[in-house]
């Protein structure tokens, strides 16, 4: 059974084209945090790199320590924006703002922060900090960089090709990312609907029953033989 027929009737499958927005998006957001994170920490153990000038001749000196602190830094914040994001609340900022949420494919529940790792993981999160750890040794650099690139293809595809648009880390981490646009096209139906059982009920309170209408006949021939008239059920011409 295709798993678009397992969703709940309030969701669908989200589009490559909203998933694909929402990790730019995620990416600038990261990258800009990432760059106030690494100022901050340069101003408090210093530059990364420096521009020294011996012998009227410049030269680039990288500090490996500082540097590392600062890429390490930016991994974290990078994982954790995601792993909390979609294991609290089931999307990045960019995704709900798009619409789109990453759930347990067998529960539709927030992922575990377990598999939320993995996700991250194999949608290549720790290579951003890999490529700036091998900045010096420029063919590593290039190596790291290219597997960032041919990865990012991959699952790409990956996610194109399969009828659930879940890609190689969706597999791997038992995830699925929906969209909740059915849910805001049927809430003004079922509001409706909602509405018109309520009248429905209202008025079958209001109806008397065959019980009632006797009942009341009954009264008002009492009411009637005390005060001396007589009662008739002919109706009148």
Do not use: C, K
Request: avoid cysteine.
């Amino acid at each position: 059974m295709s798993l678009r027929h397992t969703l709940p009737p309030t969701l669908v499958v989200a589009s490559v084209r909203r998933r694909l927005g929402a990790f730019l998006a995620d990416g600038v957001i990261v990258a800009t945090a990432g760059y106030l994170v690494a100022a901050v920490l340069g101003s408090a153990i210093g530059p990364a790199t420096e521009v020294v000038t011996e012998d009227d001749v410049a030269r680039v000196v990288l500090h490996a320590g500082r540097h590392i602190a600062q890429a390490v830094a930016v991994m974290l914040l990078s994982g954790i924006y995601f792993i909390v994001s979609w294991s609290r609340w089931s999307a990045t900022p960019s995704q709900r703002l798009l619409g789109v949420r990453v759930l347990d494919v067998e529960t539709t529940q927030p992922l575990r922060p377990d598999r939320s790792l993995a996700r991250w993981v194999v949608l290549g999160g720790p290579l951003g900090t890999l490529a700036a750890l091998t900045i010096e040794a420029p063919i590593l650099w290039t190596l790291v960089a290219t597997v960032a690139v041919v990865l990012t293809i991959v699952l790409l595809i990956s996610t194109v090709r399969n009828s659930a648009r879940r890609g190689i880390h969706d597999r791997v981490a038992r995830s699925i990312v929906v969209s909740a646009v059915r849910l805001l096209e049927q809430q003004p139906e079922e509001a409706g609907a909602h509405e018109l059982q309520e009248r429905e009920a209202t008025a079958a309170q209001r109806q008397p029953s065959g019980d009632d209408e006797e009942r009341g006949r009954a009264d008002l021939e009492q009411q009637i033989g005390a005060s001396g008239l007589r009662w008739s059920r002919r109706p009148m011409a």
